[in-house]
Antibody, heavy 118, light 106 residues
Framework: EVQLVESGGGLVQPGGSLRLSCAAS????????MSWVRQAPGKGLEWVAN????????YYVDSVKGRFTISRDNAKNSLYLQMNSLRAEDTAVYYC???????????WGQGTLVTVSS | NFMLTQPHSVSESPGKTVTISCTGS????????VQWYQQRPGSAPTTVIY?????PSGVPDRFSGSIDSSSNSASLTISGLKTEDEADYYC?????FGGGTKLTVL
């Protein structure tokens, strides 16, 4: 069964840092682009970042550029999102998702909640 | 910036057919694939349509997707509505998601 499981969310103060992880199983992780997508409470979905199979290309939504870093460890079948200088507007459920060449995100993990508040 | 616009909400009765639209703001929506995701409260999104009109295994054929180049829009049609179809539905193309449509089956 193809599965993605996120972890690492929690409550953090504005300006703080957090590292999210996503453990993949059931497919050849190293063969796929991977992505992070977030959803603020009561709001819609927002793409955050993509990373190529070998980690050589990374793309970010403008609002997180310079603050967030996407990375992966293919030996551990894991995806990461290092989030620095967090702001209240970064409060959201963060989902990891496998991305196809047609920009189809599937499957999605169950999500991990990040709350930025003092 | 490219945007996808969906109606905020739609409602229909069980057994009926409903269509949710997704209109592109610029360029041709037909130039890139459109996906549709279903999200029930408290759950992660799941795919109901990918690459404009393809259904993943396990998604009933009551769900169908189409592209209308003349209106620069994509549509998700759900026939034979069931109460279990009540959810939020999001269209997506490239890195852009529509704002979501809340489907109420009453």
């Amino acid at each position: 069964e193809v599965q993605l499981v996120e972890s690492g969310g929690g409550l953090v103060q504005p300006g703080g840092s957090l590292r999210l992880s996503c453990a993949a199983s059931g497919f050849t992780f190293s063969s796929y682009w991977m992505s992070w997508v977030r959803q603020a409470p009561g709001k819609g979905l927002e793409w955050v970042a993509n990373i190529k199979q070998d980690g050589s290309e990374k793309y970010y939504v403008d609002s997180v550029k310079g603050r967030f870093t996407i990375s992966r460890d293919n030996a551990k079948n894991s995806l990461y999102l290092q989030m620095n200088s967090l702001r209240a507007e970064d409060t959201a459920v963060y989902y990891c998702a496998r991305k196809s060449s047609s920009w189809w995100f599937d499957p999605w993990g169950q999500g991990t909640l990040v709350t930025v508040s003092s | 910036n490219f945007m996808l616009t969906q109606p905020h909400s739609v409602s229909e009765s069980p057994g009926k057919t409903v269509t949710i639209s997704c209109t592109g703001s610029s360029g041709s929506i037909a130039s890139n694939y459109v996906q549709w995701y279903q999200q029930r409260p408290g759950s992660a999104p799941t795919t109901v349509i990918y690459e404009d009109n393809q259904r993943p295994s396990g998604v009933p054929d009551r769900f169908s997707g189409s592209i209308d180049s003349s209106s620069n829009s994509a549509s998700l049609t759900i026939s034979g509505l069931k109460t279990e179809d009540e959810a939020d539905y999001y269209c997506q193309s490239l890195r852009v998601f529509g704002g979501g449509t809340k489907l109420t089956v009453l």
